[in-house]
């Protein structure tokens, strides 16, 4: 028989979902058998499948310890622990991530990936553990592009974790960023509405009029500064799609310094966009458990695009 003890990250969620999550290997089919026969049982009485878990619950398991991982692989522990803060409390952190290090590794083999240095971070300040954290895992509310640089908001609970990803989706947390294009702006401030679709080749296409399978995304910018053929500018956000950025100031006719792929010319100094998530807002609900976060504003200094820029 094997035990677990539901922790605070792991309460609030459906017995099956949690057991789902906890042995892997388990087919589906199976669980539902075990919950039927009442191998599966929650406080040492028969549960339901839709039964929702509370902190302090205690789920027993009478079944074939083939299903039980003996000890997890923290593969998080292979990367470095190092990252850069900008904004820390109990709920969330909002993390530098440098330009060219990836989001969230992106093929089977161990790449050093943000999300990652991410948990050996909080494990170090024993803030994670996977063997007491059965089914949650601290994780980023979003992702950036790997050779864009800036801010990454990530929660550390799973309450926090719903909180943040339901701001983000309602646009309750304003993104903004710095680039350098090429040329100079036809306006000195503008919201862009055209449409977008991305392809199988991770290529997106913008167009002015909509089409099939083209979505609708909003950008707004504000020109900061001009010289020797390029302008600054601050780009808000304010739809969130693959690329949005690069590809509708490419449209307008400005493609980002160095972002050859999006049509920039070669510069002979980098081949990548010059691009930072440099600052953000946030709007939470009073009775949220990020209400504290309501109107306050983080923004990074002397980012990589600034240093760019200066020696154009």
């Not at 990074?300 to 020696?311: A, C, F, P, R, S």
Request: hydrophobic content about 35%; proline content about 2%; aromatic content about 10%.
């Amino acid at each position: 028989m094997k035990e677990f003890v539901i922790q605070k990250d792991d309460a609030n969620q459906r017995v099956d979902k949690f057991i789902m999550k906890t042995m892997k290997t388990m087919p589906k089919s199976l669980m539902y058998k075990y919950i039927r026969n009442k191998k599966i049982k929650v406080n040492r009485k028969r549960c339901e499948i839709s039964q929702r878990l509370q902190e302090g619950d205690t789920i027993q398991c009478f079944i074939a310890e083939e299903f039980f991982e003996n000890k997890k692989e923290l593969k998080f522990l292979k990367v470095p622990s190092k990252v850069n803060c900008l904004y820390e409390d109990n709920n969330i952190i909002l993390l530098c991530k440098p330009s060219g290090l990836l989001v969230h590794s992106d093929t089977k083999e161990l790449q050093d990936n943000l999300a990652d240095r991410y948990l050996h971070y909080l494990y170090e300040k024993k803030e994670y553990d996977p063997e007491i954290s059965q089914s949650f895992t601290p994780a980023l509310c979003h992702r950036i592009d790997r050779n864009t640089e800036g801010i990454v908001i990530a929660a550390k609970n799973a309450e926090a974790l719903r909180e943040m990803n339901n701001c983000i989706k309602e646009r309750k947390v304003d993104k903004y960023y710095l680039c350098i294009v090429e040329g100079k702006m036809e306006t000195n401030k503008s919201i862009i509405e055209v449409w977008h679709k991305k392809f199988e080749d991770n290529h997106v296409e913008i167009s002015k009029d909509k089409k099939d399978g083209y979505q609708k995304v909003v950008t707004g910018y504000k020109v900061l500064s001009e010289k020797n053929g390029f302008s600054l500018l601050e780009v808000e956000l304010i739809t969130g799609k693959s690329h949005q950025i690069r590809a509708v100031m490419s449209f307008l006719g400005h493609p980002l310094y160095g972002d050859i792929k999006y049509g920039a010319k070669r510069n002979g100094r980098q081949d990548y966009q010059a691009l930072c998530a440099y600052k953000v807002n946030f709007h939470t609900e009073n009775n949220s458990i990020l209400s504290y976060l309501d109107g306050k504003e983080f923004m990074l200094q002397d980012t990589g695009v600034e240093k760019i820029y200066k020696n154009l």
